[in-house]
């Protein structure tokens, strides 16, 4: 099996919007979105801070295990997962504001002409799945569209809208690198994958032009289950390998800050940016690949969430917040805001595929996936969040 499709099968996960004042508060004059945010009082709230709350008369979803957009392993209700009913009864409640729930006819006439993209790894692809189904119930005409270097995506012809996801899972350019049969082979190591950390992967180099909200993570990818010593990344700058060689976390930190560069330099002004944050992952009694589980029938308590998450406590889910605190350092005194999705996400340790997935022997193969999310499930409510920032800004 090859390294991407172990990679690619493999997961981590989570959830809420936050802005973080602090950061992007010097920038409000400059930016009509964040100027915008913060004029109108009934916006300016932390949608990440709040609870989830039981509540029979929360509507349906949007949509169900029939959607076109799906992907196999996330589509719990085809997966006969249980408690779907349940998982979707939970309603986030943000404390000081209210979250509407998106109105996709509305959104969709807001964003007419203009296009949504997302730039990441397969937690932000598991949020556009979400989206593309809650917004094909306004126009059943909705097709594939894949164009551009996007992995998955649609276009909706009634509004003239393409919302798609561009696959770039480190968002610098990468590529696997073989070694050479004349090297010692006294290390063990197989070949390298060589980042570039100043390039832009090609899957979205050349589309930033195309899209008028652009949604960007990574972070899940970064670890060394992904990349051990035998196939370890190896950074580049200006085409030199780094000297001193970067480990893992030098090295994604040196990958946002380039990143981030090119975003502001190249993403042109009035495009609508978000950074979103980590989602978490629950794997219970052990790593994905050691019998980790998150069979859950309820979210966590607010009181259970730092005994799992907080890094002190050394636990297996730990790195979401550790890696968090590094993206907010990189987009420090820049215009791109946060859309923090992890703590509303953090209790959500019954809302994963688990062992769910749709084929016989994946759990066997690849552990339970307590990691992305099954949709409709969380990811519903992150387009709530999310949608409620681009109206705010386009309204
Ligand atoms: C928003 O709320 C979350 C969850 O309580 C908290 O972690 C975060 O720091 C808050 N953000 C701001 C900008 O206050
Ligand atoms: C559809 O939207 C694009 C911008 O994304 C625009 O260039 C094009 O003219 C629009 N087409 C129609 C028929 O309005
Ligand atoms: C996982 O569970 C199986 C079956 O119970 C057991 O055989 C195996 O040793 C366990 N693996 C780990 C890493 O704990």
Same mark, same amino acid.
């Given at each position: 099996m090859s390294h991407h499709t172990k990679l690619s099968s493999l997961i981590f996960l989570s959830v809420v919007f936050l802005f973080l004042f602090s950061t992007f508060l010097p920038l409000y004059t400059t930016n009509r979105f964040t100027k915008k945010f913060l004029l109108s009082p009934s916006s300016a709230c932390n949608f990440s801070n709040g609870n989830w709350v039981l509540d029979s008369t929360k509507p349906d979803p949007f949509y169900d295990d029939t959607c076109p957009f799906h992907r196999n392993a996330w589509n719990c209700l085809k997966n006969k997962r249980d408690n779907m009913g349940l998982i979707n009864s939970w309603k986030w409640i943000p404390r000081d504001c209210k979250l509407e729930r998106i109105d996709p006819w509305r959104f969709l006439g807001l964003t007419r002409n203009k296009n949504v993209g997302f730039v990441g790894d397969s937690l932000n692809e598991n949020f556009l799945v979400s989206f593309l189904c809650i917004l094909r119930v306004a126009d059943d005409g909705a097709k594939k569209w894949k164009k551009k270097g996007a992995w998955r995506g649609a276009y909706f012809p009634k509004f003239n809208v393409t919302v798609a996801y561009h696959r770039a899972v480190l968002l610098a350019r990468y590529k696997w690198i073989q070694k050479q049969s004349t090297d010692s082979n006294q290390d063990g190591v197989k070949g390298i994958y060589r980042v570039d950390v100043d390039i832009p992967a090609d899957e979205w180099i050349g589309i930033t032009d195309f899209y008028d909200v652009l949604v960007f993570n990574t972070g899940h990818w970064w670890g060394y289950d992904k990349f051990p010593n035998e196939t370890p990344l190896v950074f580049y700058r200006h085409g030199e390998p780094i000297r001193p060689p970067l480990g893992l976390s030098d090295g994604f930190q040196v990958v946002l800050e380039n990143m981030v560069h090119y975003i502001q330099k190249e993403v042109p002004k009035n495009t609508l940016k978000f950074w979103r944050l980590q989602s978490p992952r629950h794997f219970y009694g052990g790593e994905w690949n050691q019998n980790g589980s998150c069979l859950f029938d309820k979210p966590l308590e607010e009181n259970q969430l730092d005994l799992w /998450?907080?890094?002190?406590? =050394?636990?297996? =889910?730990?790195?979401a917040r550790r890696l968090n605190h590094l993206i907010k350092e990189a987009l420090r005194g820049t215009d791109i805001p946060l859309l923090d999705l992890t703590h509303l996400s953090e /209790?959500? !340790?019954? !809302?994963?595929?688990a062992i769910w997935l749709g084929k016989k022997d994946a759990v066997s193969i690849w552990g339970q996936d307590c990691m992305h999310w099954c949709v409709p499930g969380v990811p519903d409510a992150w387009v709530d969040i999310l949608v409620q920032l681009i109206c705010i800004s386009l309204g």
């Open positions: /998450f907080d890094p002190s406590n =050394n636990g297996v =889910n730990k790195e /209790f959500r !340790a019954d !809302a994963h595929p």
